[in-house]
C-alpha cells in the first residue's frame, strides 16, 4: 500500500469520526451555524480526497452528502433526523468501503449499487430542483438523444461511416448485396444479465464497419459508474437479416435493423470527409484524470519532465491561458479593498514568471515598468494593457521553446522573494554567487524548520516491546539487592556490598521512573470508548421508541490502554441493558409521573489507584423480590438463602450465570447472559463490579477497575520451602493464630476472628502438597485472609514474605492448564514464583 | 541549486492530509522545497516569517479560510507571490471570489500532476528550464 493511500484511510476514518460525532452535537443544536460548516467542511474535504483516487463509489456518496449539506448550510433544506439518519449511514457506509480498501486496496464491485442506492436517498432528501441540477448533464442530455433517434428511424446516420468504408459498402450494394444498418443499444444494467455488448457487437455476421459511442456525455471519471453501459453500437452488416436477427435473438428489444438503401450511401458522399477519426475509436478512452495519475504520483511527474513531448507542451500552453487569463480578471476587478495593492503585486509578480518562463528579458522589463506605473497611479490599466498587447506573443515563445532555453540564470530576480533585497543589483555577477548560497542555506533551514506533528503515533507493538523491556529491567534490577548480598555473606566483602547497594538505589530509581513514563504512554482517556456511546445510545433508543438523552462525565479521566480496550464490550452490554430493560417509554414514564426523557449517565472518575466507571439510568430500577424468585426458579440459591439475602444482595444475583430477568428477550441486549459476562469480562482485568437499584428510580451500576495491568503487587508467602505469590487484590490481611485457636466444625477448620468465623483451608492440602503446616516457636499458625468471589477465607501457610511489584506473564504451552496459577514472574535472583489464582484454588 | 538557482519554495495551504501529500510529493518530485501549513492562521504565521515564491491555497479550511488568508496575506507590505487556488467548488462564484481574495488563478481539484507542475513552474518563472 502506498503512503498516499495509508495516509488516506487513517485521515477517512478520522474525518468520518469527526462527522459522526458533529452529527450528534447537530441533535442537541440543530441550527448551530458553526457545527454545519464544520460538518460541511468535513464531508467535503473526505470528498476531495477520495477524488484523487479511483474510487467512484465512496465519491459519488459523498458528493451527494457534501451537496446536501450545502443546501443545510444555506439555509435551502432543514437540519432534520432523518437527514441525519441518511448522512450517518452514508458515513457507516464510507467506513465500510475504508475497510474493503484497506484489505485490498480497492472497492469491492457489489458496493457499486450500494453506493448508488446511498447516493440516491441522500438526494432524495433534497428539493426536487436542486436534485436535477446535481444530478447533472447526465440526465439532461437525455431527451436530446430520443429525438435523435427518432429522426434517425428514418436515415441511419451513414455519414459517420468512413470515405472507404462507404465506397466498398456502395460497391457491395451494386453487386446485388443487401447490406444493413445496425443500431444496438445494451440496456445500462446489461452487464448484470450476463451481456458482452462489445463482444457481441464484434461477432456480428457480415460486420463491414462498426462504432461504439456514449449515448451520453460521460461524468467526470469520479461520478463514473462503471457498471452502467451507456453505450451504443452502431454497425454495417453484409449478413442477410434472418442471421442478424439470429445473433441478437436475445436482445431484440436493444436493437434497431434497417435495411440499407443504396441512395444513403452516395447520398451522404459529400457530407464528411475526415470522419475516419470517429470510425477507428471503438469504445472512448476513460478520460485521463487525476485519478489514473495519483497511483503513479512519484513516476509521473519525472516521466513529465523526462519527456518534453507535444502533450506536456499542450498542458503547459492550456496552464498559460488559464493564468492568463485568470490576471486579466485580476486586473479588471473594479473593487478596491484594502489589499488591492497586494493582489496588483501578486499579479505583477505572476506576470513577470510569465515573461521570465517565456525567456523574454525585455517582456520581463517591460511588465517591471508598468507594475511600477500601476503601483504609482493605483490604476490597472498599465498592466492590462501589456498583457492584452503581450498574451499571442507569450503563447507563442512558450510553444516555441520546448526543451531547454536560456534561462535567465544570471537573473537572481527571477524569484519574488529576491525581488525586493537585490532587485538593484541584478547586473552584478559578483553578488549572483553569495546570493545563491545564502539561498541555499536559506533554502536548507526552510527544511529543518519544517515543524513536525506535535503528538505521533506509534504502533502499539513498539510499545508493547517497550513495556516487556523494562519488565526485564525491573527483574535484572531486583538482583543486585542478591548480589550485595552474596558479596556479603558469601565473599565477605562488606564494603563492595554497599557500594552495590548504593548503585542499586540509583538505578531502582531510574527504572522506576521509566516504568513510570512508559507506562504514561500507554495511558489512554475513556473517551475513546465512550464516543461511540452517543451514536449508539441514540440508534437504540430510537429502535425501542424511548426518548433518552446521554451525559457522559469525567472522558478525560485516564487508564491503562488494555483496561480501557478490555472495558469497551462491558459497557457496551450495560448501556444497551439499561436501555431495553432499565429506561421505560415515554408513556409510562408519563404515567409514573418522570419526565418523558429519560436519562442515561456514564461517568469517569479516578479513585486512588482505579478507575471508577459508573453507568446511571433514572429508569425503573430492578425489584429485588423478581430477581430472587427467578434465582430460586433457577436453583442459584436455595429456599434458605431466599429468606436470608437483603434487597442489595438480591440486586447483584443479576451478574449470576444463567439469569435472565426479561420477560420477554428482544434482540438488542440479546439473551439475558448479558450480566455475567459482564461480570466476567471485568473480573479479568481485576475490575469489580456492584449494582445499585431502586426499584422505580433507576439502576447503578459501578465499575472499579485497576488503573493498569501492567504491574501487578503481589505477596510472597512460602509453604513447605516452596514460595508462591498471592496478588494483593486477594488478601485481606495476614494474622498469626495460636494452634489452640482453631475449631473444627463438620470437618473443616475455623478460626472465629473479631466474632466471626472464617473457614481456615492449608495451602498445601490445596495445592496436593502432603506436608502439613508449620507452626512457629509461639506454636502460632500464619493465616493468609484472602478475599474470593465475596467470601473471605483463611489461608494456612507457613509463613509470609515481603510484597512486591513484578510483571506477570500468563502461562503458555503446557502449563496454561493449570488452572491453579494465573500466571508466573521472574524474581531478582532468577527464579521463577508462580502465582496462585486464588478464586480456582479455593 | 544546479545552476546557481535559488530552489523554489512552495508553500501548501490545506487541512486535509492527503491532498497535501499529494500536492508535496508531485511538487517534491520536481525539485521544489515544500512548506505546510494545516489552515490560514498558520499559513500566514509562515508566510510572514520566511517569503515563499508559490501558495498552493485550499478554499475551505478551519480557523480561517483560504479567502481569508489570502485577503490577510495581500495587506501585508511585502512581496506578494502567486497564489494558486485549489478547491472542489466548481461553481462560477468562486472562482471570482478568489480572484478577488488574492488568487493568482484557480485549478480545481483533483489536479493533475502534470497539470499543477505547468502551472507552478509558469507562475514560479521556470516553464521552459
Not at chain 1, 470528498?47 to 448550510?73: C, Q
Request: include cysteine; glycine fraction near 6%.
Amino acid at each position: 500500500m502506498t503512503p498516499l493511500l495509508e495516509q488516506f484511510l487513517s485521515e477517512s476514518r478520522e474525518f468520518s469520526q469527526g462527522i459522526g460525532e458533529k452529527l450528534m452535537q447537530m441533535e442537541d443544536a440543530p441550527s448551530d451555524q458553526g457545527l454545519i460548516n464544520e460538518l460541511f467542511r468535513l464531508v467535503h474535504t473526505l470528498k476531495g480526497n477520495s477524488g484523487l483516487f479511483t474510487f467512484p463509489e465512496m465519491t459519488r456518496v459523498l458528493h451527494a452528502g457534501e451537496d446536501l449539506l450545502g443546501l443545510v448550510r444555506n439555509g435551502q433544506i432543514a437540519y432534520s433526523r432523518e437527514l441525519a439518519d441518511c448522512l450517518l449511514d452514508a458515513i457507516d457506509f464510507v467506513m465500510v468501503l475504508c475497510a474493503d480498501i484497506e484489505a485490498t486496496e480497492q472497492i469491492d464491485a457489489s458496493r457499486a449499487q450500494d453506493s448508488a442506492r446511498m447516493a440516491e436517498s441522500l438526494r432524495a432528501l433534497m428539493p426536487a430542483a436542486q436534485t436535477a441540477r446535481s444530478v447533472s448533464a447526465a440526465n439532461s442530455s437525455k431527451p436530446a438523444t430520443i429525438t435523435q433517434d427518432a429522426h434517425s428511424a428514418e436515415l441511419p446516420p451513414l455519414a459517420e461511416l468512413p470515405k472507404a468504408t462507404r465506397i466498398e459498402a456502395l460497391h457491395q450494394c451494386h453487386q446485388g448485396e443487401t447490406l444493413h444498418w445496425i443500431c444496438y443499444t445494451p440496456a445500462s444494467d446489461c452487464f448484470f444479465q450476463g451481456d458482452d455488448p462489445l463482444f457481441s457487437a464484434r461477432q456480428t455476421p457480415g460486420l463491414l464497419w462498426g462504432s461504439a459511442k456514449p449515448t451520453e456525455p460521460l461524468p467526470p471519471l469520479a461520478e463514473l459508474d462503471t457498471y452502467r453501459c451507456v453505450l451504443e453500437f452502431h454497425l454495417l452488416s453484409a449478413a442477410p437479416r434472418e442471421e442478424l436477427d439470429e445473433h441478437f435473438r436475445y436482445v431484440p428489444d436493444q436493437v434497431r435493423i434497417v435495411q440499407v438503401n443504396p441512395g444513403w450511401l452516395s447520398l451522404s458522399e459529400d457530407s464528411s470527409e475526415d470522419s475516419s477519426a470517429v470510425s477507428a475509436q471503438p469504445v472512448p478512452a476513460v478520460p485521463e484524470g487525476a485519478a489514473g495519475e495519483a497511483n503513479l504520483i512519484s513516476a509521473a511527474p519525472l516521466k513529465a519532465a523526462a519527456k518534453a513531448s507535444i502533450e506536456d507542451c499542450a498542458e503547459q500552453v492550456a496552464a498559460l491561458e488559464s493564468i492568463l487569463s485568470a490576471q486579466r480578471q485580476i486586473l479588471m476587478l473594479d473593487d478596491r479593498p484594502d489589499w488591492g495593492v497586494g493582489r496588483l503585486k501578486a499579479a505583477g509578480s505572476v506576470l513577470l514568471n510569465l515573461a521570465n518562463s517565456a525567456g523574454d528579458r525585455v517582456a520581463a522589463s517591460e511588465v517591471e515598468a508598468a507594475l511600477a506605473e500601476c503601483l504609482a497611479t493605483g490604476q490597472n490599466s498599465m498592466l492590462l494593457l501589456w498583457l492584452e498587447a503581450s498574451k499571442e506573443h507569450l503563447i507563442a515563445s512558450c510553444v516555441a521553446q520546448p526543451g531547454p532555453s536560456a534561462y535567465p540564470a544570471s537573473n537572481p530576480a527571477a524569484g519574488p522573494s529576491k525581488e525586493p533585497k537585490e532587485g538593484a543589483a541584478e547586473a552584478e555577477a559578483s553578488l549572483a554567487k553569495p546570493a545563491a548560497d545564502e539561498g541555499i542555506k536559506f533554502g536548507r533551514r526552510a527544511e529543518d524548520h519544517v515543524t513536525g506533528p506535535r503528538s505521533l503515533k506509534v504502533d502499539q507493538a513498539k510499545i508493547d516491546r517497550l513495556m516487556n523491556l523494562i519488565g526485564e529491567l525491573v527483574v535484572s534490577k531486583n538482583a543486585l539487592p542478591y548480589l550485595a548480598q552474596r558479596a556479603e555473606t558469601h565473599y565477605g566483602v562488606r564494603e563492595l556490598s554497599r557500594e552495590i547497594k548504593g548503585e542499586y538505589s540509583v538505578i531502582n530509581r531510574i527504572a522506576d521512573e521509566m516504568q513510570d513514563a512508559i507506562m504514561q504512554v500507554r495511558m489512554m482517556a475513556v473517551s475513546f470508548v465512550f464516543q461511540r456511546f452517543p451514536r449508539l445510545v441514540r440508534d437504540i433508543s430510537r429502535k425501542l421508541g424511548k426518548d433518552v438523552q446521554l451525559v457522559l462525565e469525567g472522558e478525560q479521566t485516564e487508564a491503562d490502554k488494555n483496561i480501557i480496550e478490555s472495558l469497551a464490550d462491558p459497557l457496551i452490554h450495560i448501556v444497551r441493558n439499561s436501555l431495553d430493560h432499565g429506561l421505560e417509554t415515554p408513556e409510562v414514564r408519563r404515567a409514573c409521573g418522570k419526565r418523558e426523557t429519560g436519562t442515561l449517565t456514564i461517568r469517569a472518575a479516578q479513585e486512588a489507584d482505579r478507575v471508577v466507571i459508573e453507568i446511571t439510568d433514572d429508569g425503573k430500577g430492578i425489584d429485588p423480590a423478581v430477581i430472587k424468585r427467578k434465582a430460586y426458579e433457577k436453583g442459584l440459591i436455595d429456599e434458605a438463602a431466599l429468606e436470608r439475602i437483603d434487597d442489595r444482595e438480591a440486586v447483584n444475583l443479576i451478574f449470576a450465570a444463567g439469569l435472565s430477568t426479561s420477560e420477554v428477550v428482544s434482540d438488542l441486549s440479546g439473551r439475558g447472559v448479558g450480566m455475567d459476562v459482564v461480570r466476567s469480562a471485568v473480573q479479568k482485568i481485576n475490575g469489580t463490579v456492584v449494582i445499585e437499584s431502586k426499584l422505580g428510580t433507576g439502576t447503578t451500576i459501578r465499575i472499579s477497575l485497576p488503573l493498569s495491568m501492567a504491574v501487578t503487587q503481589v505477596m510472597i508467602v512460602e509453604s513447605d520451602g516452596q514460595l508462591f505469590g498471592v496478588p494483593m487484590d486477594n488478601v485481606v490481611e495476614t494474622v498469626r493464630v495460636p494452634r489452640s485457636d482453631l475449631r473444627a466444625i463438620k470437618q473443616s477448620l475455623t478460626v472465629v476472628l473479631r466474632g466471626r468465623i472464617v473457614p481456615l483451608k492449608a495451602l498445601n492440602t490445596l495445592l496436593g502438597i502432603s506436608a502439613s503446616p508449620r507452626v512457629n516457636s509461639d506454636d502460632e499458625l500464619a493465616v493468609l485472609l484472602v478475599q474470593a468471589g465475596g467470601e473471605v477465607l483463611g489461608l494456612l501457610v507457613d509463613g509470609f514474605k515481603e510484597t512486591i511489584g513484578l510483571i506477570q506473564k500468563p502461562l503458555a504451552g503446557f502449563l496454561s492448564g493449570l488452572s491453579a496459577y494465573s500466571g508466573s514472574a521472574l524474581m531478582g535472583d532468577g527464579s521463577v514464583l508462580m502465582i496462585l489464582n486464588i478464586r480456582e484454588i479455593v | 541549486m544546479k545552476r546557481g538557482l535559488v530552489v523554489k519554495r512552495i508553500l501548501i495551504v490545506d487541512d486535509a492530509a492527503t491532498v497535501r501529500m499529494y500536492h508535496r510529493g508531485i511538487l517534491e518530485s520536481a525539485g521544489y522545497t515544500v512548506d505546510e501549513a494545516l489552515n490560514g492562521i498558520e499559513a500566514l504565521e509562515k508566510a510572514l516569517e520566511t517569503p515563499f515564491d508559490l501558495l498552493l491555497v485550499d478554499i475551505n479550511m478551519p480557523r480561517l479560510d483560504g479567502f481569508g488568508f489570502l485577503k490577510e496575506l495581500r495587506r501585508q507590505p511585502m512581496p506578494q507571490p502567486p497564489a494558486i487556488m485549489v478547491s472542489t467548488e466548481a461553481e462560477a462564484r468562486d472562482e471570482v471570489a478568489a480572484y478577488r481574495a488574492g488568487a493568482s488563478c484557480y485549478l480545481l481539484k483533483p489536479v493533475r500532476p502534470s497539470q499543477l507542475l505547468a502551472h507552478a513552474r509558469l507562475m514560479l518563472g521556470e516553464a521552459n528550464k
